[in-house]
């Protein structure tokens, strides 16, 4: 994106801004900077990304077009650099300083070649000629330690860049955490959802699992007790996790489990598994010691089916929860 002439530029643009319009891709940035490198298939790894995404949303949500963005079209030192910015801009000022230091010294060594030459050609004996060679060897020696501390430089600002972007990737993975159940958020479930739909293929099946009366058991127990409840039936989920599964809790007490190859009958199993496992439980409210009402759970069950979008798919788990609520809760609903 960064390396083309003008005239490249513009052409370039001609054909990304139809193929927007024709996409009724909105004109961001972000959508500007993807389609200009779609359009100069300059990277087909990004282009396969880009198709795959089409084929499935029939264009690019907005958040997905920002992470190809960062992923493939800004420099790695330059990514986030808002958040980062103090010490990206200690690092660029001091790679300069250590740019400019090499320049001069290269450039003083390559006046030294020179001055080499010329005196190489009117040395008539050996005294001269030892003279030439030691301000060759003193030209080389500062050239070559100058090229050495630079060298240094550039390793310790690719220690501090990995640092940096392993900060910046520990920040983003707590900005999709939920602080109450330590699992992924709603934000984290959008994120993987979007990631594992385009590779699927009628083997992503979806999970809605929500806690059955928390709102009476709040008002029963009192907040803390319901806050807890949540807490003990998140670790309960999470200790029945298939390895190919993933788990957030969007809100209130509704987990979403999504399980990558995984067929509508396999978790329907699973589901009926983790509904009899909360129902079985004897829960005691650890600040009070009061044993609870039974704690029950009702899910909803969707598997991905063909070309469905996420939204699709989240809206029929939504809908096979509400009947599995309707039907009389403690109870697993999904597809016949």
Do not use: C
Request: hydrophobic share 40%; charged share 25%.
């Amino acid at each position: 994106m960064f390396q083309h002439n003008i005239k490249q530029a513009n052409q370039l643009m001609r054909s990304a801004i139809p193929l927007m319009v024709k996409l009724d891709i909105p004109p961001t940035p972000y959508n500007y900077g993807i389609w200009y490198e779609y359009a100069s298939n300059k990277n087909p790894k990004l282009n396969q990304v880009v198709d795959r995404a089409l084929r499935r949303f029939g264009s690019l949500p907005a958040f997905v077009s920002k992470e190809l963005f960062h992923e493939f079209l800004l420099p790695e030192e330059h990514k986030h650099a808002q958040r980062q910015g103090s010490a990206l801009k200690n690092l660029t000022t001091s790679l300069g300083d250590e740019t400019t230091t090499v320049s001069s010294e290269l450039a003083k060594f390559n006046r030294t070649l020179r001055d080499t030459k010329k005196a190489l050609k009117n040395a008539n004996d050996a005294t001269q000629i030892e003279q030439v060679a030691l301000l060759l060897d003193q030209g080389t020696f500062k050239a070559n330690q100058a090229i050495e501390t630079f060298g240094r430089s550039l390793f310790a600002a690719q220690e501090e860049l990995a640092t940096l972007r392993a900060q910046l990737s520990d920040a983003k993975k707590n900005t999709e955490l939920d602080a109450m159940t330590l699992l992924a958020n709603e934000k984290g479930f959008e994120r993987s959802l979007f990631t594992l739909i385009p590779h699927a293929e009628d083997d992503l099946t979806l999970l809605l699992i929500d806690i059955d009366n928390l709102g009476e058991i709040n008002q029963e127990y009192g907040k803390k007790a319901g806050t807890s409840l949540i807490r003990y039936v998140a670790k309960l989920l999470l200790g029945q996790l298939p390895e190919n599964g993933f788990i957030a809790r969007l809100n209130g007490g509704r987990f979403a489990m999504l399980l990558s190859e995984t067929e509508l009958g396999i978790a329907s199993q699973l589901a009926e598994s983790l509904r009899n496992d909360v129902s079985n439980q004897k829960i005691r409210y650890k600040n009070t010691k009061v044993l609870l009402r039974q704690v029950t759970v009702s899910v909803g069950v969707a598997t991905l089916f063909g070309d469905e979008s996420p939204t699709e798919l989240v809206e029929r788990a939504q809908h096979y929860l509400l009947y599995a609520k309707r039907s009389g809760k403690n109870r697993i609903a999904h597809h016949e």
